[in-house]
């Protein structure tokens, strides 16, 4: 549980998220061209391709708040 307060731990717990997403990402993108190898006509490739964007965005949502974070931890507003 992260107290109230506790930028740190805010930060931290941010940024925790924003690697996750990232990682998802990066499997999505690994995944998409396994399937341009396999199905060079098919859209399996492209739905990996729109996944892995998503994870990117989700990724800067989370590192937007991550850095606020750490500034109010560091006595910034």
């Known amino acids: 549980m992260i107290e109230k307060g506790d930028h740190s ?3 931290e717990y941010y940024d925790k998220e924003a690697k996750e997403a990232n ?5 999505m993108k690994d995944m ?3 399937y341009l190898k396999k199905y060079p006509k098919n859209t399996f490739a492209k739905h990996c ?3 892995e964007q998503a ?3 989700e990724a800067k949502q989370f590192e937007a708040p991550a ?3 750490r500034k ?3 006595g910034g507003k």
Request: proline share 0%; aromatic share 4%.
């Open 9 to 11: 731990a805010l930060a």
């Open 23 to 27: 990682h998802k990402a990066e499997g």
């Open 32 to 34: 998409a061209s396994d």
């Open 49 to 51: 391709e729109k996944m």
């Open 55 to 57: 994870y990117h965005n």
């Open 67 to 69: 850095q606020m974070h």
């Open 72 to 74: 109010a931890g560091k």
